[in-house]
C-alpha cells in the first residue's frame, strides 16, 4: 500500500471552529488532492497540489484552503466549519501529471469530520 | 457541468452470478476511463482501467463506447469478496468521480 496516513482520523467539532486536516505521504509523489465524500455525490475534488507552494482549486473549494509547504505533506484547512462541511475527506497522490493517461490516484484512509 | 452517471443499485445477486455495471459521462472530450472499488468505510482503489479496445482483468471486463458515451464493466462468476461499491471515473483534467454503484453478493 502507498504510504499516505491522514491526521486526525476522526474529529468532532463545533460551527465556528477552525479545522485542519493533515495529509503526509513517503512516497515523494508530485500530485497531491483533497476529496470529499457525502452520501447521494459522489468523490469531490476540493483542492490539489502539482508541487510545493503550487496549489489549484477543485470543484468545491469555497470554504477551504491548502498548504504545501513540503512534498511530504498537504494540508487542508476550514477557516470556520460549517455543518455542510461534514464528511469524510480524503486525500490522494498520484505519481504522473493529471494529463498523462494514468488514472491511478492512491487515496489515504480518510477522515471523518463532524462539524456540530 | 461535468456529469458522470451510474445506477445507484444496490444490486444484489447470488454468488457465482454475472453482473454489469453501466456508466454515462457528458463529455465528449475525456481522456480516459477507469473503475475504481470502494468498500465500506474504506478508500477507494483502483480496480482497472478502460481502453476502447476493451479490456479483462481475471473475472473483470471493461469496455468503453466513445461513441455513445458509455462505459460498463462486467464482473463473471461472483464471489463474495466482489460486495463493494464501484465508482465509475472519467478524466478530463482531473478526475471526475461518479457517484458509484453497490454491489452485494450474497451466499
Known amino acids: 500500500d502507498a504510504g499516505i496516513t491522514q491526521s486526525p482520523r476522526h474529529k468532532v467539532t463545533e460551527t465556528g471552529t477552525p479545522v485542519t486536516l493533515r495529509c503526509h505521504q513517503t512516497?515523494?509523489?508530485?500530485?497531491m488532492y483533497w476529496y470529499r465524500q457525502d452520501p447521494g455525490h459522489g468523490l469531490r475534488l476540493i483542492h490539489y497540489s502539482y508541487g510545493v507552494k503550487d496549489t489549484d482549486k477543485g470543484e468545491v473549494s469555497d470554504g477551504y484552503s491548502v498548504s504545501r509547504s513540503k512534498t511530504e505533506d498537504f494540508l487542508l484547512t476550514l477557516e470556520s466549519a460549517t455543518s455542510s462541511q461534514t464528511s469524510v475527506y480524503f486525500c490522494?497522490?498520484?505519481?504522473?501529471?493529471?494529463?498523462?493517461?494514468?488514472?491511478?490516484?492512491?487515496f489515504g484512509e480518510g477522515s471523518r469530520l463532524t462539524v456540530l | 457541468r461535468k456529469e458522470v452517471e451510474q445506477d445507484p443499485g444496490p444490486f444484489n445477486v447470488p454468488e457465482g452470478a454475472t453482473v454489469a455495471f453501466n456508466c454515462t459521462y457528458s463529455n465528449s472530450a475525456s481522456q480516459s476511463f477507469f473503475w475504481y472499488r470502494q468498500d465500506c468505510r474504506k478508500e477507494p482503489k483502483l480496480l482497472m482501467s478502460?481502453?476502447?479496445s476493451g479490456n479483462e482483468d481475471g473475472r473483470f471486463t471493461a469496455q468503453l463506447n466513445r461513441a455513445s458515451q458509455y462505459i460498463s464493466l462486467l464482473i463473471r462468476d461472483s464471489k463474495l469478496s466482489d460486495s463493494a461499491t464501484y465508482l465509475c471515473v472519467v478524466k478530463w483534467g482531473n478526475l471526475i468521480f461518479g457517484k458509484g454503484t453497490k454491489l452485494s453478493v450474497k451466499p
Open positions: 512516497e515523494n509523489h508530485r500530485y
Open positions: 490522494a497522490i498520484s505519481e504522473v501529471v493529471p494529463e498523462g493517461n494514468t488514472g491511478e490516484l492512491f
Open positions: 478502460v481502453y476502447s
